[in-house]
């Protein structure tokens, strides 16, 4: 089997689960496209208000517990909060994209305007 390449798309929550997903596989190229210059998502709450990029309130706070809402194997800090205020949740997101490398595998500033499945698809699994 060759080697796949992954894209992903977006460096938020889900892009650092997907990131670490893809290294736990055994799936070393990978590129997350990040459409801003940071990462942590929504959960990186700012005063600017950039049209196109989603905004969280700044008071915003977590619904779930912090056992229920970590990474089985990343625990939130124990003097954090149960119910996580948006910069608590900024902060647990940065230490565990910091714990993979995350930052090397983003691409900032890239914006990903469309992907269709190759016309091969249903043989190659590629977009």
């Known amino acids: 089997m060759s080697a796949k390449r992954i894209g992903i798309i977006g460096a938020g929550i889900s892009g650092i689960a997907g990131v670490k997903a893809c290294r736990e596989q055994g799936f070393t190229d990978i590129v997350v496209y990040e459409r801003t210059d940071r990462i942590c ?9 950039v049209e196109g990029n989603a905004m969280i309130m700044k008071t915003l706070v977590c619904n779930t517990s ?14 954090y909060p149960n119910y996580m205020p948006n910069n608590y949740m900024a902060q647990y997101l940065e230490s565990c994209a910091d714990s993979i490398d995350f930052k090397s595998y983003v691409k900032f500033r ?5 992907c269709e499945k190759n016309v091969d698809y249903e043989e190659t699994g590629k977009w």
């Open 41 to 49: 998502g929504l959960w990186r709450y700012s005063e600017d208000d």
């Open 66 to 79: 912090k056992e229920m809402t970590a990474f089985s194997d990343m625990p939130v800090p124990q003097e």
């Open 110 to 114: 890239h914006q990903v305007i469309n």
